[in-house]
């Protein structure tokens, strides 16, 4: 528990903020960039995680759940746009699918093994686990669509027809997405279900608010030095982009996220743990993903929610894995051990993959 609490102090971290700004001002090697923008995200991520609690709990459960739906992948959001705007469409396209494999794979993954290890079988509500779970599926099918259909439309060469396809689906699914955050919050407030733990406040609102406010803009320039030195870096390492948006960049955004889902299964509270892991993987698929859609129309690359074969095989293995774990209302740490082995495997799968591919 000693060494779980360091690892949760992801604050330290916070010194890699200063480097980055003054590497980058004095143009350093790309690689050293890279890594200490990457570092500086994560306990930015974490403090906006900290100070949204704090908001939301100011402001009732209706409110504060908006806002944490709103919010929760807020620094993976902002990385992305950045990624729009420098027309890195593979690196964003990546980054969709590897969010959504990291949290069903590596943080599910985690939590079921630590948390199995020291409670042993551990249980959740199946029902709402099985909801997100069939809207993970719902969400394949959607960003698996218009992948199919890209051959042909480049054949026809018709990218306005591509395009308004995207369009669509993206409106589909944020449309999906916003009654989902109303069923669920209808659904707590019939049966009085819910997977929040009680939350004391620290902060005053002021000081959430200016939290919340600096460390955003904080990450705003880090993920700018982050995505700037994404081709030097993948030149110099030989990795290929689509390694870098399916693993590095969402461990990057989504890091703090996934220390919380590990603590919360090694207490026992597998319910939040399940909730965090599914939720946010929702999330991606179902508001992050549509809403880079509608960004991209303000750039000159424009994003397609057309994915390559291994991505779409990656997305569809991870979906109809998560969903087996949540049928049954139970977890044990074997569980965890193959959630970990199939991400594992899809992580090097990747990294061997040929950039050409």
């Known amino acids: 528990m000693n060494l779980l609490r360091k690892l949760l102090n992801v604050h330290i971290l916070l010194i890699f903020v200063p480097i980055a700004v003054v590497l980058r001002l004095s143009d350093e090697d790309a690689v050293a960039i890279f890594v200490t923008s990457a570092l500086a995200i994560i306990p930015l991520a974490a403090l906006m995680g900290t100070s949204t609690e704090e908001i939301a709990v100011r402001t009732g459960p209706q409110i504060g759940g908006l806002l944490n739906a709103t919010l929760g992948n807020a620094a993976e959001l902002i990385i992305t746009i950045f990624a729009l705007r420098e027309g890195l469409l593979e690196l964003v396209r990546a980054s969709i699918i590897g969010s959504i494999l990291g949290n069903l794979l590596l943080v599910m993954g985690l939590a079921l093994l630590l948390g199995g290890l020291k409670n042993g079988l551990q249980v ?26 890209d051959v042909t439309f480049v054949e026809l060469e018709a990218f306005e027809s591509e395009l308004l396809l995207s369009e669509g689906i993206a409106l589909i699914l944020i449309l999906l997405y916003g009654a989902n955050i109303v069923y669920s919050l209808v659904a707590h407030e019939g049966t009085g279900a819910t997977a929040e733990v009680h939350h004391e406040t620290q902060w005053s609102m002021p000081m959430s608010i200016g939290v919340l406010v600096a460390a955003t803009l904080a990450i705003v320039f880090m993920s700018e030095f982050l995505v700037t030195t994404v081709e030097p870096v993948v030149e110099e390492l030989g990795w290929s982009e689509l390694f870098v948006g399916v693993i590095i960049v969402p461990i990057i955004g989504n890091v703090a996220e996934h220390l919380v889902a590990v603590q919360q299964a090694i207490k026992n509270r597998m319910e939040l743990a399940m909730t965090i892991a599914l939720g946010s ?73 040929p950039e050409a591919a």
């Open 124 to 149: 959740f509500d199946r029902r709402g686990a099985m909801m997100s779970a069939t809207l993970l599926i719902l969400a394949f099918m959607a960003l698996a669509i218009p992948s199919l259909f």
């Open 281 to 353: 993987s929702l999330q991606i698929a179902l508001f992050v993903a549509p809403v880079l859609v509608f960004i991209s129309l303000l750039f000159e690359d424009k994003l397609i929610l057309a994915f390559t074969i291994p991505e779409v095989v990656a997305l569809a293995a991870a979906s109809y894995v998560g969903s087996l774990v949540a049928e049954d209302g139970e977890t044990n740490w074997f569980e965890g051990l193959m959630l970990l082995g199939v991400y594992l495997i899809i992580a090097l799968a990747f990294f061997l993959l």
